[in-house]
């Protein structure tokens, strides 16, 4: 390691405190993109963020789409060197259920070595930590050894469409890089860094059923109307075939990629206490599909999940009704290949097909993600590689992950560069749940790995 990136190392030290409290400065700003009442603190939350990249010394902007703007930051003094593309997002899923937090979800509080907040760890704590890095180098030696861009977007949470359209309709020009770095994810295990070399793609559904036109005595009308919750119930129970754990769907395989021999193989050598699983989420089994480890069916196997139902009388006690109407929401998990627009089709026409009569269906595509394989080789990845071991003390492993970042596969099939998928957070980080948190060290530990690969990089020339 050089004078300067220890030097650089030094000032994130003596900086600490100050760094984590621009961090929680971030956090208190509610930016939910999936709910529009927020809408005026999600636009908040872009312009802190352009300031705080140029106050970290990159020429920043905020692009403006349809939706929610992007933040773009560059900084290309280092002629001949190679570009590295940070990608983050700066909006956050919704709190619910409130009651189940501690504290406040937009009021940071510091417990340990965790810092608990909504986004503390999806993505606001792991992105900042991109951008404290380049800060730290900067103010340090007045200059990168690499060419940065940052490109960080407002609606990760709710599809990521304006940035999809952004990077298409680039192609490549204002986003020109040698590879893009993403760290929105979580390691393996504690204390076990990870590069991921997949991620899930997407296809969310919602299924609308309509009966009379409202709420009717369940006596008076039951066995003469037919009733939207059990219509709804019938169609949930033909999706996945409940001993298989195979779904039902006419097709819903036939693109699929299998599961590569050394894929099953490096999974199954993964440490992976099935029993200390099930104790962790209080489950007192695992579930899935026949045939496939949990890792496998979690990684690399397509799934699909009712995420929200909603039917009739939710109060207290007994209310004898016969609904007018029942909702719910699905999402599909997609692996390579799996197309998410042909996924929702043969969704939607399964679904009427196998709708019982006497009520109105409507299925919704309300949005999708392509999944990612990315071959983890070449000079960058590892670069990242040794990054990561240098400063968690262990050579990180290759896995997957069941989660989705639907720009990941734009960015991929637009710019054709390398993307290093390079998670700090931790399984137990509770992202999109009550209590989420980021551990404070690995925040710490995130500048540390990004300032060592800016060096890294820097140092092989450009091929
Ligand atoms: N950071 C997550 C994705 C993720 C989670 C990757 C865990 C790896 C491990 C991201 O913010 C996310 O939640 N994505 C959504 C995408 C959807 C809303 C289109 C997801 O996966 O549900
Ligand atoms: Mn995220
Ligand atoms: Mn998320």
């Known amino acids: ?95 619910d259920p409130l009651e189940e937090w501690r504290n406040p979800p937009f009021e940071p509080t510091v417990e340990g070595d965790r810092l608990v907040a909504r986004g503390a760890t999806d993505d606001k704590g792991q992105s900042f930590a991109h951008l404290k890095a380049v800060a730290a180098v900067l103010a340090e030696t007045g200059e990168l050894p690499v060419n940065v861009k940052f490109l960080i977007e407002g609606e990760e949470e709710s599809g990521g469409e304006s940035i999809d359209t952004f990077v298409r309709r680039d192609g490549g020009k204002k986003l020109a890089c040698d590879a893009v770095i993403v760290s929105d994810s979580s390691m393996y295990a504690p204390g076990v860094p990870s590069l991921l070399y997949g991620l899930k793609g997407l296809a969310y559904m919602e299924i609308s059923i309509v009966g009379p036109k409202q709420d009717l005595h369940s006596g008076s009308y039951g066995g003469g109307v037919a009733n939207p919750g059990n219509a709804m119930a019938h169609i949930i129970s033909r999706l996945v075939d409940p001993k298989s754990g195979r779904i039902s769907i006419p097709g819903f395989y036939d693109d699929v990629v299998p599961l590569e021999e050394w894929e099953r193989e490096g999974f199954a050598k993964l440490p992976f206490d099935e029993a200390e699983y099930c104790r962790s989420l209080g489950i007192t089994e695992t579930f899935g599909e026949q045939g496939y480890t949990t ?115 734009t960015f991929a099939n637009v710019l054709k560069v390398p993307i290093l998928l390079m998670g700090f957070g931790l399984s137990d980080d509770a992202l999109h749940a009550p209590n989420e948190k980021f551990n404070i060290s690995h925040f710490y530990n995130g500048v540390r790995t990004t300032v060592r690969l800016l060096d890294l990089v820097g140092a092989s020339d450009r091929e």
């Not at 919704?364 to 400063?391: C, F, R, T």
Request: proline share 7%; hydrophobic share 40%.
């Open 295 to 409: 890792l496998e069916r979690v990684w690399a196997r397509p799934t699909c999940d009712v995420n929200g139902l909603y039917c009739g009388y939710q109060g207290a006690g007994a209310k004898t009704v016969l609904p007018a109407k029942a909702g719910a929401k699905v999402s599909m998990r997609l692996v390579p290949n799996q197309q998410p627009e042909k996924i929702a089709k043969l969704f939607s026409d399964y679904v009427c097909q196998v709708a019982p009569p006497g009520v109105t269906i409507e299925v919704k595509n309300v949005h999708g993600a392509e999944a990612v394989l990315i071959d983890a080789k070449g000079p960058i990845s590892e670069a990242a590689m040794q990054a990561l071991e240098e400063v968690w003390g262990q050579a990180p492993v290759l896995v997957r992950e069941g989660g989705s970042i639907p720009v990941v596969a």
């Open 1 to 95: 390691m050089g004078d300067d990136s220890r030097q650089v190392l030094e000032r994130i030290d003596r900086e600490r405190d100050s760094y984590l409290e621009e961090l929680k400065d971030y956090l208190r700003i509610p930016s939910i993109s999936t709910d529009s009442d927020y809408s005026a603190d999600v636009l908040r939350c872009a312009e802190f963020l352009r300031e705080k990249m140029s106050a970290a010394g990159l020429s920043a902007e905020r692009l403006e789409t349809d939706g929610y703007p992007l933040v773009y930051g560059e900084w290309l003094g280092a002629e001949g060197k190679p570009t590295l593309l940070f990608y983050g997002h700066y909006d956050v899923q919704p709190p």
